[in-house]
C-alpha cells in the first residue's frame, strides 16, 4: 500500500509538471499569476462589455443644430424680417409740455394709456468731413420741417451725439448744433435746460495703429458702445429723473466713420440676444447715409453695412445700381 500511495504522489506531480509546462530540468515552475485590476481595467472592461455612443458625430450634430439656429436667428433680425415699428403720435403740445410729459413719462413709466414712450435719436459723428456732412444733413432737415410747420426735433425726446475719445471737434459742433435748437425754441427759458447728452468712446482703430493690436481697441470700443446703447449718460439726465429701463435709442443715424460701423455691430448683437426688448419691441433702428464724396463707388463702412442696416440712403444715383437696389436715393443732402 506504501509502494502504491508513492507511485500515485509521482503521478500527480508529474501530471502537475506537464500542466505548467515545465521542462524536466531543475527549474522552477512560472506561475502565471493575474494582476489584481485595476481602474483604468475596469472601465475598459465596463465600455467593452456595454459600448457607448461615440463622442464625435454628437459633437458635429450638435455644432450643426448651433449653426442652423444661429442662421434662424440672424436671419429674423435681418432689415426685411425686423418687425415694423410702432406708431408714434407726433406731438402737437409746446416743447417744454412734451419735455415735462416725457419726465414723467420717464419717472411713472409706459402705462396702459397709450402714452408713448420717449424716443431717442443716436447720432454718431466722426472726425472731419464725416462731422460735417451729417451735421449739415440734419440742419437741412430741421429747415424743410420747419417750412412744413413741423419742429424736426420735436420728434426726439433725447439726443445722444457719440464721438471718438480726442475728438473735440466734433464734440464742440455737436454743442454749438444743441445751443442752436436751444435759442431757435420760443418756450427755451421754461424747457428743461438740456434733453441730450455728448458720450466720448475709445477710437476703434488709431491713426497709423498696428493691425496686431486693431482688435483689442475695436474690442474696448465695442464694450463702450454697449453702454451707450444700453441708456444715456446718467450724468447728462436732469435730476430726479428716473430712467425709463431699455431706453434703447429708437434710431440710429451714422454716415460712415469705423465708430459708427462698430455701433452698428453692438446694437446687432443686442437685437440678436433681445437685450432690454431690442428686437421685440422693434428698437435700434439702423439708417446709414454713403457720404456725398462717394460718387460711384462705396466707402468700407458703406460695404460693411448695405445688408444690415435698416435704410440706406445714398446721394449719387448711379450708387444705386452698385448697391443693387438696396440703396436709396434722396438727392443731394448736404
Known sequence: SAIQFVKGLLYAVSNAIHKLHVTPRNRLPRLSIAPPP??????????????TPPLLPALIISAILLAILTSLRILAILPPNRPPPKPRSRPSQP?????DQKYSRDARGTGPSGSSPPTRLLIVLGSGGHTAEMLAMLRNAASASREAGHDFWADYSWRTWVTSEGDAFSATRAKELEDE???TDPHSSTAPPRSYDIVAVPRARRVHQPLLTTPFSALRCLRA?????????????????????????????????ATGAIVVLAALLLRFFDVGGAHSRARMRTVYVESW???????????????????FVVQWERLVDVTRGRGEFRGVLV
Open 293 to 311: 464724396a462717394r460718387v460711384g463707388r462705396l466707402s468700407l463702412s458703406g460695404r460693411l453695412l448695405l445688408r444690415v442696416v435698416d435704410r
Open 181 to 183: 435748437i436751444g435759442s
Open 225 to 257: 458702445c454697449f453702454a451707450v446703447l444700453r441708456a444715456p449718460s446718467r450724468a447728462a439726465v436732469p435730476p430726479h429723473t428716473a430712467l425709463p429701463g431699455g431706453w434703447q435709442p429708437d434710431l440710429i443715424l451714422t454716415n460712415g466713420p
Open 38 to 51: 485595476t481602474d483604468r481595467r475596469l472601465a475598459k472592461e465596463a465600455a467593452t462589455m456595454s459600448p
Open 95 to 99: 416743447l417744454e409740455r412734451a419735455a
